[in-house]
Structures are given as structure tokens and as C-alpha cells.
């Protein structure tokens, strides 16, 4: 597949990833100019994820991001790409209460937010919304496995499906979001032998967060790509660049600037033509004369 920023991928782009043995390039990104690069670069997929609550918000956890956050931060994502294939996350309680509830906020998600996809977290809970989705026009992304949203009934932020039982239900849990319509899954935090069946099992495309290489494509937090999370970094992620210790030091560097008269210089100043500097000084010594200027007298 090019990265031709000039074709808009398409739901069928994503899928034919799968088919033709193409692992799938997907980061998350919440704003417009690292979607911007980040499209730029070639990356396949950007979730504007509801991590946004840790990464950006300050939240302790994913769980306070609202409907409205994540539109105008969908919105800012998606104004920002030409290529990538767009995807936002249903933020928590935006989807379990009911199917109408799941319409209308993945509808704003769309229609606002301008996605071309929306993700949803759980297995066989959410299958029959994931129906009701798909069968209003939604392309719905699933994510199973680790589910930050349920992190207080899992028992925190923990590796699933070690187990043979729990990972079968994983397994069925996929194949029930493939049954419903679900045109991708992310697995997220599990052993992978597991994502490997999983991905053998599904027609559909595996994205995967932790859970190993034989997934269809991968999913990092960009915060934790560049050295921006101020968590420590998990165990399945990589750093690609230090942004923030970018950031620390330049941000020192100003700060010195200016605390020693360094900033701004002349080429970072506007100057007057001196004629103009006298005749403001001459105004100056006849008060009266000012007060008797039109506000719009001079640029
Ligand atoms: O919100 C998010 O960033 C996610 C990824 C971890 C898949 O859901």
C-alpha cells in the first residue's frame, strides 16, 4: 500500500491490509498537528483514543473522558489527515447504558467528529450494540482482552487470558465481534499465543497493544512513542524519541533567555522608522493633540 497522502484509505483499504499479508501501522494521536505528522509519515490508522484521559487530560484513568472531549478532539484529528483512516473512541458510559445511547453518540463521533470509524470496548456484552451499530452504517473497531474501561472489575491493568479458559472466552468474545459486523478488533495485554489464534481464527484485521508480533497490525500510545507519558512505560511499548526531554530543556533555554535579557533580540522585534519615533515623541510633549486623534489615525 502507498503512502500517498493524497488517497483518503477507506474501509476496504483497511481490510485488504489483511488480505494481502500487510501489517497494519496504527498510533494514537489526539490533536491536529501530530495527526498531521503522523499521517505525514505514512501511518495507516489513528485512534484518537480515550487514553487522551491519562495522556492529555491529566485524568487518572480513562474512565471521566466525556462525549464532548473526544468530539472536538476526533474533530481536530480528522481535519488534520489526508490518508490515514480515522477512528474514535466511545468514551466510558457512552455506549453500555443502551443501543440508542450507542447510536447517538457514535453518530456525533461520525457526523462531528468527523471518524470514519468509532471503537468500542468488551466481548459478547457489546455484541448486539456492535450489531446495532454496523447495522446503522457505523463501522465499529472491538477491543477485547485488557479493557481499560472495565480496569476496576478486572482487577486493574493486568496481562489476560493466561489461562486456558480465559483466553477461550477471549476467543469467542472476538469471534462474536467478527459475527456482529465489528471490521477489526484491537487485543489489547494478551500472551501472544493467544492473539496468534485469535488472529487465525478471525477474517477480519487484529490490532495489537501488547500482545505480540502475530497480530494484523499494531497500536502504540503515541505519549508513550515519544517519551511524553509521565507514566512509566509499559513493558510492550517502545520509545522512538524523547519529546519531552525536547521539551525540558527547551523550554529551559527560553526561559534563561529571557530571565537574561536575551530574548527577544532585534530580529525578533518590530521597529518604527525613526521620523515616525519623533513625531510620536512631539505628540507626546501636547497631550491635547492625542486626545484629539481618531482611534483609527495609524496602524
Ligand atoms: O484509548 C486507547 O489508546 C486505546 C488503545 C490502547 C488501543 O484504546
Do not use: W
Amino acid at each position: 500500500m502507498s503512502t500517498d497522502t493524497s488517497h483518503k484509505l477507506s474501509l476496504h483499504d483497511f481490510l485488504g491490509f489483511k488480505a494481502r499479508g500487510e501489517p497494519i501501522a496504527m498510533a494514537t494521536s489526539y490533536d491536529h498537528p501530530t495527526a498531521y505528522f503522523a499521517d505525514q509519515a505514512g501511518v495507516d490508522a489513528i485512534l484518537v483514543g480515550d487514553s487522551i484521559g491519562n495522556n492529555v487530560l491529566g485524568y487518572e484513568s480513562t474512565l471521566p473522558v466525556s462525549m464532548d472531549e473526544m468530539a472536538v478532539h476526533c474533530r481536530a484529528v480528522s481535519s488534520a489527515v489526508n490518508r490515514a483512516f480515522v477512528i474514535g473512541d466511545m468514551p466510558y458510559m457512552s455506549y453500555q447504558p443502551s443501543t440508542r445511547d450507542a447510536l447517538l453518540n457514535a453518530g456525533r463521533l461520525m457526523a462531528e467528529g468527523g471518524v470514519d470509524a468509532v471503537k468500542l470496548e468488551g466481548g459478547a456484552a457489546v455484541a448486539e450494540t456492535v450489531r446495532a451499530l454496523v447495522r446503522a452504517g457505523v463501522p465499529v473497531m472491538g477491543h477485547v482482552g485488557l479493557t481499560p474501561q472495565s480496569a476496576p472489575a478486572l482487577g486493574g491493568y493486568r496481562v489476560q487470558g493466561r489461562q486456558a479458559e480465559a483466553a477461550a472466552r477471549l476467543v469467542e468474545d472476538a469471534r462474536l465481534l467478527e459475527d456482529a459486523g465489528a471490521f477489526s478488533v484491537v487485543l489489547e495485554a494478551v500472551p501472544t499465543e493467544l492473539a496468534r489464534i485469535i488472529t487465525e481464527t478471525l477474517s477480519v484485521p487484529t490490532i495489537g497493544i501488547g500482545a505480540g508480533q502475530h497480530c494484523d497490525g499494531q497500536v502504540l500510545v503515541m505519549h508513550d512513542m515519544f517519551g511524553l507519558s509521565l507514566r512509566k512505560l509499559p513493558k510492550f511499548a517502545r520509545q522512538y524519541a524523547d519529546l519531552g526531554q525536547a521539551l525540558r530543556s527547551g523550554f529551559s533555554a527560553y526561559r534563561d533567555d529571557v530571565k537574561q535579557r536575551n530574548f527577544p533580540d532585534a530580529e525578533h522585534s518590530y521597529h518604527m522608522r525613526r521620523e515616525e519615533l519623533e513625531r510620536l515623541r512631539e505628540l507626546l510633549g501636547k497631550p491635547g493633540e492625542v486626545a484629539m486623534l481618531s482611534p483609527r489615525s495609524g496602524a
